[in-house]
């Protein structure tokens, strides 16, 4: 008892004492009027009684909690994400999903979290059939609510390659394997169980927030991601934030930098697949024409293969995200990333050299589906094939089908726009951004190791898209190292996280949501007041 009244003191005076030291004088230094200072001190008066506002109590946050689980706790946190990836969840594509473990996923939630999905705190909503929405209850309504976002529904995967049965789930060597341990299962599992193990410890938040899981994010999120996004709309919600998928604590993507690096991405490439179409008319192989609809189409794809989409690197976040780890470079890495003024021509070609690393500087383009031919002795009448684009967040769909039409140059060649959707906006990420400032916050204080933070741009899509229209504060983060190897395991083989990757992420957002309720918007200029 008395050494939690130290503590909650201790925690009453680091909390004043940075507005006490910088009283009577502004942000640079100089001295504010008397007015201004008579305010302020008022003003401060005014919160530290309490008469009308929350008690100390609230105000700084003593009732936290520590993020120390039981050994049996620990085992529990691991057993579940196992049970989850057993679960095939698998969209196939926009028409065909395994909708009975769809169905599973949701019985298997309210099972493992039983404290969630029981408590007053908390109301669920099951949204376009298999989505989840939950609305958690904070204390204080005048605190913005946020968002933790994230998928259950996984892409196949066939048993070849597989070290284990990708939906076994099993543990190994300190790891557990399967589809949907890193993308996105494990975001799903990891808040719900910190929520569970919150509320075990009887935490109730002071800040709203919502938990939105969706079910067809691999197919499009028109199902579930855009449905919550209407219903939220329809009842007027405006979102502080929110956290969705998209970008890790990065190990060895960049070459000459060994030590990890948390990347926060405040940009979504956009997308446009487009399919190219020739149509010619039939015959006898055996006098065949000059050319061919397979010839003419091989010819338009190859060369937009051969011609990139331009380099991009002076415009969007990625200088930004460079300059701030030019110090984690040694030389001569350093100097050039920190001196882009200079080196920008040099540093856009380097980032090209590496097929991640050119995902961030330019629109890409991949030729993804082809096809032709229906008889080896009939000249085909009809060529078709698919390109997928992710389009630079300083690009527009619109650039990128006239660039396409210049490189094609061939009016035989028909070009059908399949999906498109814009790049999102740039998120902020300076002082006053809340998101990603509680995110830079909870990242240095659960992972020491990561010496720094940086924002950055998704070079994938997310459900997120979908909830621009909520708030301009979208951030992509998942609290998981990652190195190439792990990056190529996400829609390919031998996916997999480890134990303690999984514990930490369970951590991170139990800090995380502790954190939203204490979070301090960064105080004004005295001479603002
Ligand atoms: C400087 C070092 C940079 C390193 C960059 C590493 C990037 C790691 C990115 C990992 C992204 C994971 C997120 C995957 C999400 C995903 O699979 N999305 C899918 C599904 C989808 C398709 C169309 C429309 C919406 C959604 C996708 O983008 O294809
Ligand atoms: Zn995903
Ligand atoms: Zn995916």
Redesign the pocket.
């Known amino acids: 008892m008395i050494g939690q009244r130290r503590v909650r003191l201790w925690t009453f005076r680091s909390k004043l004492w940075p507005d006490w030291r910088g009283l009577g004088r502004d942000m640079a230094g100089r001295c504010v009027s008397g007015r201004a200072l008579i305010a302020a001190l008022l003003i401060l008066l005014a919160t530290v009684s309490g008469s009308t506002g929350p008690s100390s109590r609230e105000i700084w946050g003593a009732s936290r909690i520590p993020s120390q689980f039981s050994e049996e706790e620990r085992v529990a946190i691991k057993e579940a994400l196992k049970g989850a990836i057993q679960i095939p969840t698998v969209s196939f594509s926009h028409e065909e999903s395994n909708t009975t473990a769809l169905a599973e996923f949701g019985e298997y939630m309210r099972k493992v979290f039983p404290t969630v999905f029981h408590s007053s705190l908390i109301r669920h909503e099951v949204v376009g059939t298999y989505s989840h929405l939950l609305t958690v209850q904070g204390s204080d309504p005048s605190l913005q609510p946020y968002m933790l976002m994230a998928h259950f529904d996984v892409v196949p995967a066939p048993e070849e390659g597989w070290d284990v049965p990708p939906f076994s789930g099993l543990e190994r060597d300190g790891f557990i394997h399967g589809r949907g341990t890193l993308?996105n299962k494990n975001s799903v599992m990891a808040i719900l169980q910190a929520l569970e193990l919150l509320l075990i410890r009887n935490y109730s938040p002071r800040r709203s927030f919502f938990i939105a899981l969706g079910h067809d994010?691999?197919v499009?999120?028109i199902k579930g991601a855009q449905k919550i996004s209407a219903l939220l709309q329809a009842r007027g919600v405006r979102l502080a934030f929110l956290v969705d998928?998209?970008?890790?604590i990065?190990e060895d993507?960049?070459p000459n930098l060994k030590k990890p690096f948390a990347?926060i991405s405040v940009a979504e490439k956009g997308?446009l697949d487009l399919m190219l179409q020739v149509n010619m008319t039939p015959g006898h192989s055996s006098a065949p024409p000059k050319e061919t609809s397979i010839g003419i189409l091989s010819a338009a794809v190859s060369r937009l293969e051969q011609t990139p989409m331009p380099n991009m690197f002076g415009s969007g976040p990625l200088k930004q995200?460079l300059k701030l780890l030019s110090r984690e470079f040694s030389f001569p890495t350093n100097i050039l990333f920190g001196n882009l003024w200079l080196f920008q021509p040099i540093v856009s070609r380097l980032m090209e050299r590496n097929h991640?690393?050119n995902a961030?500087v330019r629109t890409t383009t991949a030729l993804t589906i082809f096809n032709a031919g229906v008889k080896v002795n009939v000249i085909p009448p009809l060529a078709q094939a698919t390109i997928n684009f992710r389009i630079h967040p300083s690009q527009t769909v619109r650039e990128v089908l006239e660039l396409v039409k210049n490189i094609v140059a061939d009016d035989r060649v028909q070009l059908h726009v399949l999906r498109s959707f814009e790049p999102l906006p740039v998120s902020p990420s300076d002082a006053t951004a809340i998101g990603y400032q509680l995110l830079q916050q909870t990242i240095q204080s659960v992972f020491p190791e990561v010496n720094i933070v940086v924002p950055?741009i998704?070079?994938?899509?997310?459900d997120s898209r979908h909830y621009a229209n909520l708030t301009n504060g979208i951030y992509l983060f998942n609290p998981v190292f990652?190195q190439p190897q792990g990056?190529s395991s996400?829609?390919g083989i031998n996916e997999k996280i480890s134990v303690r990757n999984y514990e930490n992420q369970v951590k991170f957002i139990f800090e995380l949501i502790q954190n939203a309720d204490t979070y301090k918007e960064p105080v004004p200029h005295l001479h603002e007041l």
Do not use: K, P, V, W
């Open positions: 993308d994010e691999e499009s999120g998928e998209g970008s890790f990065m993507f960049l990347m997308a995200t991640i690393t961030l950055g998704c070079i994938a899509n997310t990652l990056f996400i829609h």
